[in-house]
């Protein structure tokens, strides 16, 4: 089996380091893929000091077109899984052989690592959750599915979903609106416990202003992802 880990990265350089530390100590079989996404700090230097592969956009295009960026390369050199951890820290890599595991053992097309099935660790706040909870709401009004932790980015996902992924992902915000698509397409999903923890450096984009984006924009794209023919 060729595993890929694929590491989305925009000015990680206070974190980008202890996760690839982390990910050669708890999954020392797999591959490391840091997609650069036009960091204006060291984080392209430090990728190439710790030998992972790396790609670089050449501006920062957002996390939709770096995660697509990386299963782009996961297909066209034929990985087996792909496995999404956050260069900011909050992914414990700890959880990547449970995140996995149902996986390479045909279970499911994609895990998501929820933080809320066992309520462990690090939550996020209270208008995160809040916000959290609506999509995920939303998200089983749609599709008849639950899932608790549809905003999460941990995730790992089958060859088939890599190629899907490739050809098929949301620009901007993509996370709630990729489990839209992979339902429309009958993708298996399936969450699995994992516990977060915060944000080991750098500070979020999201203020006030960018979270009403992210809710109009989410809940739009959900609402008409159910009617998009794929």
């Known amino acids: 089996m060729k595993i890929l880990t694929v590491i989305p990265a925009f000015n990680e350089e206070a974190t980008l380091r202890d996760v690839i530390a982390g990910i050669r100590t708890s999954l020392p079989a797999a591959d490391i893929l840091v997609v650069n ?18 790609l670089d956009h050449p ?75 609506f999509f995920a709401i939303l998200f089983y009004l749609l599709t008849g599915k639950k899932v608790t932790d549809p905003t999460s980015g941990f995730r790992a996902l089958n060859r088939k979903v890599i190629h899907f992924f490739s050809r098929e992902y949301p620009s901007d ?26 944000r080991q450096g750098g500070a979020s984009s999201i203020n006030f202003l960018r979270a009403l984006y992210y809710m109009t924009k989410v809940t739009l794209s959900m609402v008409l992802g159910t009617l998009k023919k794929i």
């Open 37 to 54: 996404d036009g960091s204006t700090d060291s984080t392209a230097t430090i990728a190439r000091e710790e030998g992972v592969l790396i």
């Open 59 to 133: 501006y920062n295009m957002g996390i939709g077109a770096t995660m697509q960026t990386g299963f782009l390369f996961a297909f066209q050199y034929e990985y087996d899984v792909a496995i999404q951890v956050d260069g900011d820290g909050q992914h414990d890599p700890n959880y990547l052989k449970d995140l996995m595991t149902p996986v390479l053992e045909g279970e499911t097309d994609l895990a998501i690592g929820s933080r809320y099935l066992q309520k462990r660790g690090f939550k996020s706040s209270t208008p995160r959750r809040a916000g959290i909870r």
């Open 173 to 198: 915000y993509p996370e709630v609106e990729s489990l839209i698509l992979l339902h429309k397409k009958g993708f298996i999903l399936k969450e699995i416990p994992v516990a977060m923890r915060e």
